[in-house]
């Protein structure tokens, strides 16, 4: 059974330009999660969807937002990036019992 | 979801069995522990998760106190992959299908010696 995908692995952008990660969960799973990962930080929840619909929310402005496709394949898109938002961003499939990770794509703001 | 306290580091010698300590004193009754790992700048790894008795399978083992106020997870014998960062996190059991929204706090970052 094939992983979480994540792309891209590594993305450089710009202060005020946005950016979109793309997360493809496990076949079968209809939930998937986006974490923010900084050394200062550390781990925390941006937002879930199930379903197409957004599920669960995280204390993150407006510039964090995401979506799900039929598909379950979810996007997350931050808009106007600060060079705070330089992170690893991780996308979770979630199966019955627990979440499955992806690899991250490792965003860095200049 | 219920706080959990993790000692910040810990060190173990290769093959030794590690004992990784979680305090979770305001655990509510339908609130399972699970724990994760995370190495060096992958994704976090699912490692086990119980309610309320202990637990095993090919990666560790969970011990849960009778109060269930702390637990303890063993790497019975540690390798030096086993160096990462374990999380502990508490949460209620999901009725939907991948219901997911994890709470990571620092975790305990475990060093496996040669």
């Known amino acids: 059974k094939a992983g979480v995908t994540q792309t891209p692995r590594y993305l450089i952008k710009t202060r005020g330009q946005q950016v979109t990660l793309s997360c493809s969960p496990i076949s079968g799973h209809r939930s998937v999660s986006w974490y923010q990962q900084t050394p200062g930080q550390g781990l925390q929840f941006l937002f879930e969807y199930f379903s197409e619909t957004q599920r669960n929310k995280g204390n993150f402005p407006g510039r964090f937002s995401g979506r799900q496709f039929s598909n379950s394949r979810s996007e997350m898109n931050v808009s106007t990036l600060e060079l705070g938002d330089s992170a690893l961003y991780l996308c979770a499939s979630g199966g019955p019992t627990e979440a499955f990770f992806g690899q991250g794509t490792r965003l860095t703001v200049v | 979801d219920a706080k959990t306290t993790q000692p910040p580091s810990m060190d173990c010698a290769e093959g030794r069995a590690a004992n990784l300590p979680c305090n979770h004193s305001?655990?509510?009754?339908?609130?399972?522990v699970y724990w994760y790992r995370q190495i060096h700048s992958q994704g976090p790894q699912y490692i086990i998760h119980?309610?309320?008795n202990n637990e095993t399978n090919e990666m560790a083992s969970l011990i849960i106190t009778e109060d269930r106020k702390s637990s303890t997870l063993i790497l019975p014998h540690a390798t030096l992959r086993d160096t990462a960062v374990y999380y502990c996190?508490?949460?209620?059991?999901?009725?939907?299908?991948?219901?997911?929204?994890?709470?990571f706090g620092q975790g305990t970052r475990l060093t496996i010696n040669p």
């Open positions: 119980g309610l309320k």
């Open positions: 996190i508490v949460r209620v059991a999901v009725s939907i299908q991948g219901a997911q929204k994890l709470v």
């Open positions: 305001t655990i509510s009754g339908n609130e399972y």
